[in-house]
């Protein structure tokens, strides 16, 4: 079996000025000290990503952009390329959150294409996947999982499955306090799992990288963690303070 190595992003949404975002990231760095057993990744929004990779050099801390338009240049007003991103020395990018999906009209196909072009630049995707509380009052969890990981990697290679990371965040868990329990994680986190190596061959389901998002936090990581099927974590509000975030990576 292959060692995953535990995940920890922090999703800052839109929150932070470049100058908050270098200071969060100085004090996380000298918080954590090195830490190699878990890969950190923080994710500010566009204005935020040159002074971020700045503080970040040297220190082993990465960074992610939110999302990314997948053409390379041309008339797509307010809209972001791969390669402004890569040459600014972001090395992820978040795709298809479900804010993306709810409030700005994301659809699979639309997710599909970002991350194929995400992997083009060595863009390292950080998928988004979940279902609403209705579809899950409905029992249509796993229908709604299945649709969307097989769609989003509609044009991903079997080989490609080890750059890939699929967070799945529930979105009756997101911003709401209600963590999904660790065995609802184990269970979404599996299937995700099960998915990715249906569409991208079995090989898959020992590198693809599982993360579970929704109201983490440093009181319920530890419980997370020690599913077998949850990599890492996606965090939002617990990501905006260092001592939580810190303490969320060091747990992990
Ligand atoms: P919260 O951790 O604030 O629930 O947000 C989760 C999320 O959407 C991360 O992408």
Not at 91 to 96: A, D, F, K, L, P
Not at 176 to 199: D, H, I, M, N, S
Request: glycine fraction near 10%.
């Amino acid at each position: 079996m292959v060692a995953r190595i535990p995940l920890i992003a922090g999703n800052w949404k839109m929150n932070k000025t470049p100058a908050e975002g270098d200071a969060f990231v100085r004090a996380l760095a000298t918080r954590l000290g090195t830490i190699e057993a878990v890969e950190v990744v923080v994710a500010p929004p566009f204005t935020g990503l040159q002074a971020v990779v700045s503080a970040s050099l040297g220190t082993g801390i990465t960074v992610a952009a939110q999302n990314l338009f997948w053409e390379e240049r041309g008339a797509f007003t307010g809209e972001v390329a791969p390669g402004m991103l890569t040459s600014l020395g972001v090395r992820w990018v978040i795709i298809g959150h479900s804010e993306r999906r709810q409030l700005f009209g994301e659809t699979d196909q639309i997710v599909a294409r970002k991350v194929r072009s995400a992997l083009n630049h060595d863009l390292r995707p950080i998928m988004c996947v979940g279902e609403t509380q209705e579809e899950r009052d409905a029992g249509m969890t796993e229908e709604r999982l299945v649709s969307q990981v097989t769609k989003g990697l509609a044009h991903v290679t079997a080989g490609e499955a080890g750059e890939l990371v699929v967070a799945y965040e529930p979105i009756w868990a997101i911003g709401t306090g209600r963590t999904a329990t660790p065995a609802a994680a184990q269970e979404a986190c599996a299937l995700v799992r099960r998915q990715v190596a249906q569409v991208l061959g079995p090989a898959a389901r020992e590198t693809v990288r599982v993360l579970y998002g929704g109201s983490v936090t440093p009181d319920n990581i530890g419980d997370l963690m020690r599913q077998d099927d949850v990599d890492g974590a996606l965090v939002g509000g617990a990501s905006l303070d260092v001592e939580s975030f810190a303490v969320i990576a060091e747990r992990a």
